[in-house]
């Protein structure tokens, strides 16, 4: 059996191991035990996101922290960067969040946060899944008189709503901005709106309607074509979509166009450079960012550094490097000054400020980096070995880098949360990428799932 902890919690299909009642009683209890203060009980907050699946898991959470004589308490349908904020705000000693981000609503996921605020170590999370699987935890619980209670807050949102708009610069005023939103059915669908329009905006909002099953379902930031026509037809300065936990944001500009992760990090970080604010000139990105990024650094005398794919591993080298911003091009984005882990919302605003600061449209703003021509396609796997050790896609890997040569990059990995393999080429031309990152997905499909017959997925 391999790790249960992925590069962002855990992750399946709901209601069969390891997303069941089982193991997120086992989880809620290991960590309430590992997180334990000597002087008093610990507490703890569990959030989620809409999907059906959030009732059953958050009450199996629950369930395992008062066994183990935690005070839980229950915070409702909230974005991942709001549990994590109601986690540090509260002074809770942890917070779980129940959510699979952008996966359909079939899957679910659960995140732990450290009561900082910040996601949980790889140690840390060794420690909790070693204690998980060691059979001690039933040995552990308290008699019935050291059992915890659990408690609902009923305003957290609010609480919420007012840390992000104090993110916003007071100086700034959003009176009468038309702004478009695309909730994606999940967890940002009370939260978003209310802060634009309680800072002045002219808001419209669609897919904001979660019945647990249509979370992430051809909308929000992974599918933002909906997005695209409302803002055209609303005749509005930008739009923005979140996707399920609302921890990404993904923007289209006043004609229509889409803007990427990688375009949003580099306009906030050459704003917070025009403004001596962006701490040791340092901008944090992964390796699966366009090459765009790194050349717009290089332009502007920006140190760039690429990361292992994962905001958590982003976050690590922000701290290792002293930056204060960070992101992928997925949308995930990273302000030190403002918060511990990455806010679509948050981000959004941020984005407004820097359009509303240098009085000009989001499609001009965009054009401070070039993207260059990249291909994904995510290929479907039955099993994850080594890439290095499967030699047909080695072969098709290194064919593609020498019709590369210096003019692009190849990069083949594993989703962290999802039986996936992410081939991604970027090239000198749109044909030539995709040409080449096709012969790769090939040779990955052949290799690792020859006995699955869906089609290719090209995002």
Same mark, same amino acid.
């Given at each position: 059996m391999g790790r249960l902890f992925g590069t962002d919690g855990i992750r399946g299909k709901a209601n069969g191991a390891p997303m069941d009642a089982t193991t997120a009683f086992a989880l809620g209890q290991a960590v309430t035990h590992v997180i334990h203060p000597s002087t008093r009980p610990p507490v703890v907050v569990v959030g989620k996101d809409p999907r059906i699946s959030g009732y059953m898991l958050e009450s199996a959470l629950e369930a395992g922290v008062t066994s183990m004589g935690g005070t839980c308490y229950m915070l409702g349908v909230l974005p991942t960067p709001g549990i994590a904020y109601i986690t540090e705000s509260?002074?809770?000693?942890?917070?779980?969040?129940?959510?699979?981000?952008?996966?359909?609503?079939?899957?679910?996921?659960?995140?732990?946060?450290? !009561?900082? $605020?910040?996601? @949980?170590?790889?140690? +840390? &999370?060794?420690?909790?899944?070693?204690?998980?699987?060691?059979?001690?935890?039933?040995?552990?619980?308290?008699?019935?008189?050291?059992?915890?209670?659990?408690?609902?807050?009923?305003?957290?949102?609010?609480?919420?709503?007012?840390?992000?708009?104090?993110?916003?610069?007071?100086?700034?005023s959003l009176d009468g901005v038309k702004i478009c939103l695309d909730a994606s059915n999940g967890a940002t669908y009370k939260v978003a709106p209310a802060v634009f329009r309680e800072l002045g905006a002219d808001v419209t909002v669609i897919h904001d309607e979660p019945d647990g099953f249509n979370i992430n379902d051809r909308c929000g930031s992974q599918h933002t074509e909906d997005l695209r026509r409302l803002v055209v037809d609303q005749g509005a300065q930008v739009?923005?979509?979140?996707? !399920?936990? $609302?921890?990404? @944001?993904?923007?289209? +500009? &006043?004609?229509?166009?889409?803007?990427?992760?990688?375009?949003?990090?580099?306009?906030?970080?050459?704003?917070?450079?025009?403004?001596?604010?962006?701490?040791?000139?340092?901008v944090v990105s992964t390796v699966m960012s366009n090459l765009g990024v790194k050349v717009c650094c290089e332009q502007h005398g920006i140190t760039h550094h690429a990361a292992a794919v994962g905001d958590r591993y982003v976050l690590e080298a922000m701290q290792q490097l002293g930056a204060v911003i960070g992101g992928e091009d997925s949308g995930h984005m990273i302000f030190l000054r403002h918060h511990t882990t990455g806010?679509?919302?948050?981000?959004?605003?941020?984005?407004m400020a820097c359009v509303l600061k240098q009085g000009k449209p989001l499609s001009e703003l965009a054009k401070v980096m070039t993207v260059f021509p990249q291909h994904l396609i995510n290929v479907d796997v039955s099993s994850k070995p080594n890439i290095n050790s499967v030699p047909e896609i080695v072969e098709a890997i290194d064919a593609a880098e020498k019709a590369l040569g210096d003019q692009g990059r190849v990069l083949v990995r594993y989703s962290g949360t999802q039986n996936m393999c992410r081939v991604m080429?970027?090239?000198?031309?749109?044909?030539t990428t995709k040409t080449l990152a096709e012969r790769i997905a090939d040779a990955v499909r052949s290799s690792l799932s020859p006995e699955l017959s869906r089609p290719l997925r090209i995002a």
């Open positions: 509260m002074r809770a000693d942890a917070g779980f969040v129940v959510s699979a981000s952008h996966n359909p609503y079939s899957d679910n996921g659960i995140k732990v946060f450290a !009561g900082s $605020g910040f996601k @949980l170590s790889d140690a +840390d &999370e060794d420690r909790i899944e070693t204690l998980m699987t060691s059979g001690e935890l039933p040995k552990l619980v308290p008699e019935p008189a050291g059992m915890g209670r659990a408690y609902r807050l009923d305003d957290v949102i609010g609480r919420y709503i007012v840390f992000l708009k104090n993110t916003f610069p007071r100086a700034l739009g923005f979509a979140y996707d !399920g936990d $609302g921890d990404r @944001l993904i923007a289209v +500009d &006043e004609l229509g166009n889409q803007v990427t992760g990688d375009q949003i990090l580099m306009i906030n970080a050459l704003q917070l450079k025009e403004e001596g604010r962006l701490a040791n000139d340092i806010d679509g919302i948050l981000t959004s605003l941020q984005t080429v970027e090239g000198p031309d749109a044909k």
